[in-house]
């Protein structure tokens, strides 16, 4: 069945605002076109010796590069921006193996520039994809707009700075279709574009939720240490499997048929539109010894190759002829980029702070109201706010007073949850 599922369905409409329509390999819907601009990725561009130059230098000196410029990421003091710190890892990995960019080309303030406009860029995937056209705002259109322009212009900015010596198949392999013809400057570019979105900002997700859980479970940042001492990868291959289980980077697999087909005695007809839903596919408890938990003996059996029985309840990397064609360039570069971090760095969450909110009150009437709205504003704003805040002060006390309480395993840390 999965030979027939080969496209994403799509609003025609967004994908043209994102610059996606027909173009590159993520969401094109013309199949011809994007199996020969796939060609590119799948068979041109992640070679062995690819994957040897990320194992033995380029990850490291990559995550070295960015390391001198830690104070870069500060937040506050001693608080570091984990997520842009570890998307500029993974950005420059990206443009020295496909763009001939080496190392240090590209200054610090270029690559923070950079990954923020990746960052934009799927805010506007988001909104263009996930909203209704009929939604659409024309404020926040134009907004979104503006990103995905942005990032097209750092595409022909990293076009014009590559250094020319032949040996990166991927961008050569563009330009040489593109000077005999075979694509056009928007596909070239596009593809560029999906190799730096997804080299980018994929890894890091894992590596992020992976540093997370060890903030949580100190004995296991312990054995993680330990272990590597002892040139042994098994807690850190695991722990990364295991991340990549517990919060997928794609919660979800969406695919349009293009024939019918029959699966389970179900027909699927033509054009049907098929979601498989991996978060919860990967907390089942019949596939996993302790699905709903952060936990390594989940995944001890099992592998990233899609090849055995596995691939109907293990799914990390996608499946198919979608499948993401860089999962093994992923494994190396995270594997050696967490093993530098926890060899030289301890990581801890920033921790909830009173502090943020001594000098705030609730009245909406001093200049707070401006940055601080917990009961909205003006002649809508809530009419309960100060019953509100009498009831939840006396059952807090009552509870706290009486009670002690801690966290249920498998639920999300206060930081991880989302409105």
Known sequence: MEKIKILRFDSPLSLEYLGMKNKGIIWNRNIQRWKYQRFNFSQKALNNKLLDD???YVSNDAADYILKYLDKYEIETNIIDTMDFLRSISFTITCYLFLELPIGTISIEETKYYVN??????KAWEYFLLELTQFYDEKQTNKHKKSIKQLNDVVNELISKRVMNNNCLFINSLLNALDNQQITKEEMNQCILDMLIAGTDISFVTMFYFLLALCDRKELEEQLLKELKENSYQILTN?????MRFKSVGP???????????????????????????????????HFILGNQFNLINVEDKDLSNTNNDRNVFVLFSIGLKECVGRWLAKVEMEIIIEKLI???????????????????LSNTNN???????????LKECVGRWLAKVEMEIIIEKLILNYSFKRANGTKALEDLQT
Do not use: P
Not at 239 to 243: M, N, Q, T
Not at 368 to 378: A, E, K, P, Q
């Open 368 to 378: 707070d109201r401006n940055v601080f709205v917990l009961f909205s504003i003006g």
């Open 252 to 286: 979800v697999i969406m695919r349009c048929t293009i024939n019918d087909d029959f699966y389970n005695n179900i027909h699927i007809k033509n054009g049907s539109n098929i979601i498989i839903s991996l978060a919860d596919m990967h907390r089942r408890n019949e």
């Open 343 to 361: 060899l030289n760095y301890s990581f801890k969450r920033n921790q909830f702070n009173l502090i943020n909110v001594e000098d705030k009150d």
């Open 239 to 243: 722990g990364l499997k295991v991340s």
């Open 54 to 56: 990320a194992k033995k």
């Open 117 to 122: 406009s990746i960052v934009q860029y799927f």
